[in-house]
C-alpha cells in the first residue's frame, strides 16, 4: 500500500490593501485542512475581509510556539493534510514563522510548494528609486545599541542595495545608527505603511532622514539603503605598476596578461599599465 502525504502551502497575505490578495488565496483558506496563522485574529478579519469560510481547523503558529507545533503539524502533513501557513502580512518565512516547518516538512519528504503573494521587501525596493539589480535583506536588527552597531559595521561596505525592516519605535535611532555606519550622505528611502492610505515614502540621505524620524514616525516600516560606492582606484605611480608587471612575469605569466591582469587589479586602462611598463625598460 502507497503513503500518501499531504502537502504543506505557505501563502503570501496583503501587506496592507486586502485587494491585494493573490486570487489562490482564497481557494487555499477555503479548502486547506489545517491553517496555521501567526495570529488567528488577523486571520479572521482577512477572511472576512476577503468573503471566505476556512473549513479545516485553524491553529495559531508564532514565535512563542513554533518549536512545540512544529511536530504537531508535520504529523497532520504525513497524514495527508493540507496544511497552509499564513502570517500576518506578507509571505511567510521572509523575517515571519516558516523557515522551522519548512525544514522540518522537507526533511520528512513533504512537498512544499507557496501561492506568491505581496512582499514589503520587494515592493519597498521598486519605490526606493535605489538600484535593484542586486540587494541584500538584512531583516531587522538588534534592538541593542552595541549589537546594532556591530552588525551595521559588518555591512558597512556592502556594494548591494539593502532592505531592513524596523519598528515605528525604534526606527530613529536605527536611522542614526546608519548614518553613523555607513555616511550621513548615503541614500536611503524610508517606506511606510505600503499599500495602506497613508502609504508614505521618504527619500534622502541617511543624515536627512535621521533628522526627519526624530519626531517620530508611525506604522510598518521598511528602509532600503543603497550600496557603499565603489572604492576609488588606488593611486599608483608608473614606478609602481611596472613592477607589478615585473613580479607577475617572473610568476610566469606573459607580459600581455600581466599587464592586463594589473590594469584590471587597479581599475586603470591597459594603455596606462602599458606605458609605466614601457617607460621603465627605457629608464637609465
Not at 79 to 108: E, F, H, I, N
Not at 171 to 187: K, S, V
Not at 207 to 219: K, N, Q
Request: proline content about 7%; aromatic content about 4%; some cysteine.
Amino acid at each position: 500500500m502507497v503513503s500518501v502525504t499531504g502537502v504543506l502551502v505557505l501563502a503570501g497575505t496583503p501587506i496592507g490593501d486586502v485587494e491585494d490578495a493573490p486570487p489562490r488565496l482564497r481557494a487555499e483558506l477555503a479548502g486547506a485542512d489545517v491553517i496555521a496563522a501567526e495570529d488567528t485574529r488577523r486571520l479572521r478579519r482577512l477572511t472576512q475581509a476577503l468573503g471566505v469560510v476556512p473549513t479545516g481547523r485553524v491553529v495559531s503558529y508564532f514565535e512563542g510556539n513554533e518549536v512545540a507545533r512544529t511536530p504537531e503539524l508535520v504529523a497532520a502533513l504525513q497524514d495527508g493534510s493540507r496544511v497552509l501557513l499564513v502570517t500576518d502580512a506578507g509571505m511567510p518565512s521572509v523575517s515571519d514563522p516558516g523557515y522551522r516547518l519548512v525544514d522540518a516538512a522537507v526533511a520528512a519528504g513533504i512537498k512544499v510548494t507557496a501561492v506568491p503573494g505581496p512582499s514589503a521587501v520587494l515592493t519597498a525596493l521598486a519605490l526606493s528609486a535605489l538600484p535593484v539589480d542586486r540587494f541584500a535583506f538584512e531583516g531587522f536588527l538588534p534592538r541593542k545599541a552595541g549589537d546594532r552597531s556591530r552588525q551595521l559595521a559588518q555591512v558597512a561596505a556592502e556594494p548591494r542595495t539593502m532592505v531592513f525592516f524596523e519598528a515605528p519605535h525604534r526606527i530613529a535611532e536605527t536611522l542614526e545608527a546608519m548614518a553613523a555606519a555607513f555616511g550621513a550622505d548615503r541614500p536611503a528611502a524610508v517606506c511606510r505603511e505600503l499599500t495602506k492610505t497613508y502609504e508614505e515614502v521618504k527619500r534622502g540621505p541617511l543624515g536627512e532622514l535621521a533628522a526627519w524620524a526624530a519626531d517620530g514616525v508611525r506604522g510598518e516600516i521598511t528602509v532600503v539603503v543603497a550600496g557603499a560606492p565603489p572604492a576609488a582606484p588606488e593611486e599608483v605611480g608608473p614606478a609602481e605598476l611596472a613592477r607589478r608587471v615585473a613580479v607577475r612575469e617572473e610568476a610566469g605569466e606573459r607580459r600581455k596578461e600581466a599587464i592586463a591582469a594589473v590594469a584590471a587589479e587597479l581599475g586603470l586602462r591597459k594603455s596606462i599599465v602599458f606605458d609605466a611598463v614601457v617607460a621603465a625598460k627605457h629608464a637609465p
